[in-house]
């Protein structure tokens, strides 16, 4: 079958580090997406991994394995306006299939 | 051109009817996806158009779903005789296609309430 698993909740204080996984079983796969969506707001991408290993951009980091069906986002420098839901996403051609979101919780 | 824009932002109808939601993507862009999403999951992949042409829809979507893109620029979706289970947030998406850049840009939504 084809589904992803990633935590249903993350909580941490702010200017944390907070790592999100995401696993993945698929019979075609592409590459992995990281959306971040604020309650009532629309998905914004985060990152896209279609080559195994680490992407950076600014405070955030997104890891593939493509051999474990693996990959996790890494958030640094918490900050409040970081509370949201992160999706992880697998593409094979251009059909997306997105993970059930983990809520982030950013305490002060 | 400020992004993705979606008409109307809600709609309610009675069980039964039928609707059709619009979607504007960002101009230069050739990709364009439609999702649907119900409160507490992630985006439910429907259709994918690459300029006009209909290249992928999913398995799971009902014969009461049809989506257009006739001049590869705007797209609707129609549902037909709409059901209380169509009830959810539909999103349209647009991205430039690039070869190892899947960005896409997701419009706000039209919030679908079938009573």
């Known amino acids: 079958g084809q589904s992803l698993e990633q935590p249903s909740e993350v909580t941490a204080v702010e200017g944390a580090i907070v790592q999100i996984n995401c696993t993945y079983q698929?019979?075609?796969?592409?590459?992995l997406s990281w959306y971040q969506q604020h309650d009532g707001g629309a998905p914004t991408f985060l990152s896209y991994?279609?080559?195994?290993g680490l992407e950076e951009t600014g405070r955030f980091s997104s890891f593939l394995s493509r051999s474990d069906s693996y990959g996790y986002l890494l958030l640094q420098e918490l900050q409040m306006k970081d509370s949201a839901s992160y999706f992880c996403a697998y593409n094979y051609g251009q059909n997306f299939v997105f993970g059930p979101g983990t809520r982030l919780s950013v305490l002060p | 051109d400020t992004g993705v824009s979606q008409d109307p932002r809600h709609k309610i109808t009675k069980r039964g009817q039928n609707v059709t939601f619009r979607c504007d993507p960002i101009s230069e862009h050739n990709r364009l996806y439609w999702y649907r999403q119900t409160l507490g999951q992630g985006p439910e992949f429907l259709t994918y158009f690459q300029n006009e042409a209909q290249l992928e829809k999913s398995r799971l979507l009902s014969d009461r779903f049809s989506a257009e893109r006739p001049k590869g620029s705007f797209s609707t979706l129609e549902i037909q005789r709409t059901e209380q289970g169509d009830s959810a947030m539909y999103l349209c998406?647009?991205?430039?296609?690039?070869?190892?850049?899947?960005?896409?840009?997701f419009g706000p939504g039209t919030r679908l309430t079938v009573l």
């Open positions: 698929t019979s075609g796969f592409y590459g």
């Open positions: 991994n279609a080559l195994d």
């Open positions: 998406a647009s991205s430039l296609g690039l070869a190892l850049d899947n960005e896409q840009f």
